[in-house]
């Protein structure tokens, strides 16, 4: 079994719709939970990042994390076209120094 | 805050030369700078780990001869591909994290191009 599960799309959501990315996980150490936007051709970029369970919201987008279900996710309100892009989640435990990413998920937002 | 920047952002070379990439986080220390690899429409796949001062530690599969990972300061790493081969062709990035690493910030990548 994968440290991190998520599935790869693609999603194709029409602009304006309410987008919703997950992942699922299976080690309980795990207390930072990220998630990245990639452009094509891009570095990922640090969208959203949480520490243990919780929402957590910064304009358009809600993270939320349930640890007693290992799942987290990614909301994305009033969805624009510039978020078409890949959405990786990522996350790490305490001690070591090791992160696990999701294989991404593509989105693409139609206008 | 948390800027890293990779140089150069494109190359191309010959097969059989040595192509070096710099990664720097300009705004931060980083004690741990990562490397990775990506292919079109796949996921990272990290390549090494190398914290300041010490070897850097080498993912199963990963020939640590072919890729040189120098992390000689806490704001610069180098990943240098030695004989470059065509397969070598790949998107490389790099991250870097400080203190109790809680997340990592990503460079641009570098687009290489062996021909």
């Known amino acids: 079994q994968k440290e991190v599960e998520q599935d790869p799309g693609p999603l194709s959501v029409p602009e304006g719709a309410i987008v919703s990315l997950n992942c699922t996980y299976s080690?309980?150490?795990?207390?930072?939970f990220m998630w990245y936007r990639q452009y094509s051709r891009k570095g990922p970029e640090l969208l959203m990042y949480?520490?243990?369970?919780g929402n957590k919201e910064d304009g358009r987008f809600t993270a939320q994390v349930d640890k007693s279900s290992k799942y987290i996710s990614l909301f994305i309100r009033d969805s624009q076209p510039s978020d078409s892009a890949t959405y990786l989640c990522?996350?790490?435990?305490?001690?070591?120094?090791?992160?696990?990413f999701g294989t991404g998920t593509s989105l693409t937002v139609i206008p | 805050g948390a800027v890293v920047s990779q140089h150069p952002s494109r190359v191309i070379c010959k097969s059989g030369t040595s192509v070096k990439i710099e990664c720097r986080s300009l705004?931060?220390?980083?004690?741990?700078m990562f490397w990775y690899r990506q292919f079109p429409k796949q996921s990272l796949m990290l390549m090494a780990t190398?914290?300041?001062?010490?070897?850097?530690?080498?993912e199963q599969g990963v020939e640590k001869d072919k890729f040189l990972i120098n992390h000689a300061s806490l704001t610069l790493s180098t990943l240098t591909v030695t004989s470059a081969h065509p397969e070598d062709s790949s998107f490389y990035i790099c991250?870097?994290?400080?203190?109790?690493?809680?997340?990592?910030?990503f460079g641009p990548g570098t687009r290489l191009l062996v021909l």
């Open positions: 991250s870097a994290s400080w203190g109790g690493a809680e997340t990592q910030y």
């Open positions: 080690n309980s150490a795990f207390q930072y």
């Open positions: 949480t520490y243990s369970s």
């Open positions: 990522a996350m790490s435990a305490p001690t070591g120094n090791q992160f696990y």
């Open positions: 705004d931060f220390q980083a004690t741990t």
């Open positions: 190398s914290n300041e001062g010490s070897k850097a530690t080498y």
